[in-house]
């Protein structure tokens, strides 16, 4: 950044474009606002997806874009014996959820790892359940991602995205710049086309939340499929 970019940033805040790619790789000073902005207007999401995940004791269980790593407290109280791993390509967020989350790497039930989620560093059939929230939208060939969940998913395990739908990513600015925006049938058609079941799907309307100037009422999806 140039520093006539930087008195623009602090003076009228990040433009669209820059907004966008915080919030597909948050990285650099903004890093920490933007993990703290996610936490509070992506809770709901994240209670969708827990009830989406259906956890039994002893569970191993993968988020992939995790961010801050907020909430993966919150997940381990969820059932007995749960093994939480998280992969995210953001160096910042992983410093900022390791630190967030010393105790239960400490005590060997949380694993965080720097990577894409083209190219997952886990041996096949590892997991009981992948899930991830506000990612999809970035990866520019799903089929590449998908045949990643597909082989380090256990057989019978299920895969749960958590998306804001096109109609409502339509109302941010930042969304025009990066973002791939689906309806429930665009993602399901997605899904089918790599290989997995869609079988249940939640729709989340959200009470109205404020994210940086815009006001909007979003609708979201917790999708589950299992791989056919
Ligand atoms: C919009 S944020 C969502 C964070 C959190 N899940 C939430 O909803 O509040 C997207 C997160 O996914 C990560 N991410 C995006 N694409 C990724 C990829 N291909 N592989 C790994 N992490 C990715 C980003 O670094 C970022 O932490």
């Keep these: ?3 006539l970019q930087f008195l623009r940033l602090l003076f009228k805040g990040p433009t669209p474009q820059q907004m966008a790619a915080q919030l597909r790789k948050p990285h650099g000073f903004m890093a920490r606002k933007v993990g703290e902005r996610m936490n509070a207007v992506n809770r709901s ?5 827990w009830e989406a995940l259906d956890l039994r004791d002893g569970m191993r269980v993968l988020e992939i874009g995790f961010g801050n790593g907020r909430f993966f407290g919150e997940l381990i109280g969820q059932a007995k014996d749960l093994k939480l791993h998280g992969l995210d390509f953001s160096k910042e967020m992983v410093e900022q959820a390791s630190a967030q989350n010393a105790a239960l790497i400490a005590n060997g039930t949380l694993s965080l790892s720097l990577g894409p989620s083209d190219r ?14 506000n990612v999809v939208y970035f990866w520019e060939d799903p089929a590449t991602h998908l045949g990643e969940v597909r082989r380090v998913l256990k057989p019978g395990g299920t895969f749960i995205t958590v ?7 339509e109302k941010l600015p930042f969304a025009d710049h990066g973002f791939t925006k689906y309806e429930q049938a665009d993602w399901e058609q997605v899904l089918r086309a790599n290989g997995f079941i869609p ?6 309307r959200e009470a109205e939340v404020e994210f940086l ?4 009422t979003p609708e979201s999806l917790v999708m589950t499929a299992s791989v056919a």
Aim: glycine content about 6%; some cysteine.
């Design 1 to 3: 950044m140039n520093p």
């Design 45 to 49: 999401l994240y209670q969708g997806a």
């Design 120 to 133: 997952m560093p886990y041996p096949d059939a590892l997991f009981d359940r992948i899930f991830c929230i």
């Design 163 to 169: 998306l804001r739908t096109r109609s409502s990513m």
């Design 199 to 204: 079988s249940a799907t939640t729709v989340l």
């Design 213 to 216: 100037g815009s006001r909007f």
